[in-house]
């Protein structure tokens, strides 16, 4: 079935430095991508978004581009500052799949001051 | 987008009783989903909730455990019930606005501790 791997482990990392997390997918069909932040004892916000090969998603300074090749969506940030400090879920969505997501398992990201 | 309020925010229950959660939307959405989010884990998908019909359970949920409730388009409630401390979670709801696809939008959460 889909389904999204994330690179294990917390990410910590000092402030203005560059931040990357791994995101796979496995899909039958043509997934739209997503990552999603979860700022402490909040709920899920909706960061970015691709729908098609060679998209690029970006807000907030963040970016992640849908490679169908590696089939990968990774997200960037050329300098995090301490509030970026979140869970990040990266998501998949196929048609067909009832407009279900399937959840990677999170990366835990602290940035130190 | 949408803006989307849960009910209540988190509550300490005791074992063998039961807690509704609300979800409550400022639109009229079709799709809405509820979510388990166990400590430190990632999200597992609880059900559909379908306006109008029963819910449709994801493998490993029953509808005698976690009851749902639709009776409207801005609206629904997920029933945790004969709680043991295994539920303690944060529940969540989640929607698909309008007609874009899979791009989901979720509520704020609550936060369950089972005594």
């Known amino acids: 079935g889909d389904s999204v791997t994330q690179m294990e482990g917390p990410v910590t990392l000092s402030e203005e430095a560059f931040l990357t997390i791994n995101c796979t997918y496995t899909?039958?069909?043509?997934?739209?991508l997503f990552w999603y932040v979860q700022y402490p004892g909040e709920g899920l916000q909706l960061l970015l978004k691709a729908t098609k090969a060679d998209d690029k998603g970006s807000n907030k300074g963040f970016e992640a581009t849908y490679r169908k090749e590696t089939t990968s969506f990774h997200l960037e940030k050329g300098s995090v500052q301490v509030s970026d400090s979140a869970v990040y879920f990266c998501a998949l969505g196929t048609y067909g799949g009832n407009n279900r997501l399937a959840f990677g398992k999170g990366n835990q990201v602290v940035v130190i001051p | 987008s949408a803006v989307i309020s849960q009910k209540p925010s988190r509550d300490i229950c005791q074992r063998g009783t039961s807690l509704t959660i609300q979800c409550q939307v400022d639109s009229q959405v079709t799709m809405m989903f509820w979510y388990r989010q166990q400590p430190g884990q990632s999200l597992t998908l609880i059900a559909t909730?379908?306006?109008?019909?029963?819910?449709?359970?994801e493998s490993g949920f029953v509808i005698d455990k976690f009851p749902i409730s639709r009776p409207n388009l801005t609206f629904s409630t997920l029933t945790v019930s004969n709680m043991s401390p295994e539920d303690s979670s944060i529940y969540l709801c989640?929607?698909?606005?309008?007609?874009?696809?899979?791009?989901?939008?979720f509520g704020p959460g609550t936060r369950l501790t089972v005594t």
């Open positions: 909730a379908n306006q109008g019909s029963e819910a449709t359970y």
């Open positions: 899909a039958t069909g043509y997934p739209s």
């Open positions: 989640s929607v698909v606005p309008g007609t874009s696809s899979y791009e989901q939008y």
